[in-house]
């Protein structure tokens, strides 16, 4: 029996819709700017080219329905994303391929410290300051794709205190969900229990303490998380 030399961490784990079991996380990558409109909202060309990623921590999910508003910062926005699980992985996978690797879909809200992130930004330095910080990855359940298929199309709404703030269409997706694995598969090697945070459309804005966020994407049902 392997004895550790400090209490062993939790697995982090994800509820599946209608089922018991939970779907363990190994690492999450977030792709940034895949949507053309919120490209040019943060002041970037829209055209298709390589695609960039970043990375949360996967203790950052966080399933339970609420958000507490973090430290060191007076600009959190709000993020509407598609979450995608994969089943299995590897290095190099083709598109033709890819959703075979894909267990299902869900729901997730990409929480960013603004402000801290401009400052990372403007003197080239990484942004886990203000994306990868505790809770900063509201999510909803794992909707497996034998329940729900392959997502590429389906509305994606925010809204905050019912007032919509964000929407677009899974087709507005520059990269693609096959597109995405294909890629980060020929820089790291993929594996059971990664996630991929598949970008968000135009509207992100921020949110104060007390807010309600409503997230929803066709074919996945509906998020609410309250800010605390």
């Known amino acids: 029996m392997i004895q550790y030399a400090i209490e062993t961490p939790p697995v982090v784990a994800l509820p599946v819709a209608g089922q018991d079991a939970l779907f363990p996380v190994r690492r999450i990558y977030c792709i940034g700017r895949n949507y053309a409109a919120h490209a040019i909202e943060m002041g970037h060309d829209p055209d298709r080219e390589d695609p960039f990623f970043f990375q ?37 996978i083709s598109v033709d391929t890819a959703l075979d690797h894909v267990f299902g879909y869900g729901l997730a809200l990409d929480m960013t410290r603004r402000d801290l992130q401009g400052i990372a930004k403007k003197a080239g330095r990484p942004w886990e300051i203000g994306k990868a910080f505790e ?12 329940e729900v298929g392959h997502l590429s199309a389906g509305r994606v709404e925010l809204k905050v205190n019912g007032e919509v703030r964000q929407e677009g269409d899974l087709n507005q997706m520059i990269w693609k969900v096959p597109e995405m694995i294909s890629y980060l598969s020929e820089y790291f090697e993929l594996a059971p229990g990664d996630v991929i945070l598949s970008g968000t459309p135009s509207g992100v804005g921020p949110v104060a303490k007390g807010d309600t966020l409503d997230l929803s994407i066709e074919g996945l049902g509906s998020l609410t998380v309250s800010v605390i």
């Open 135 to 146: 809770h900063s990855a509201p999510c909803g359940p794992v909707h497996p794709v034998s």
């Open 56 to 92: 949360k921590n996967p203790d950052n999910l966080d399933p339970s329905g609420t958000f507490p508003y973090p430290p060191k910062t007076s600009d959190v926005h709000h993020e509407a994303e598609m979450l995608v699980a994969l089943k299995s992985g590897e290095r190099n």
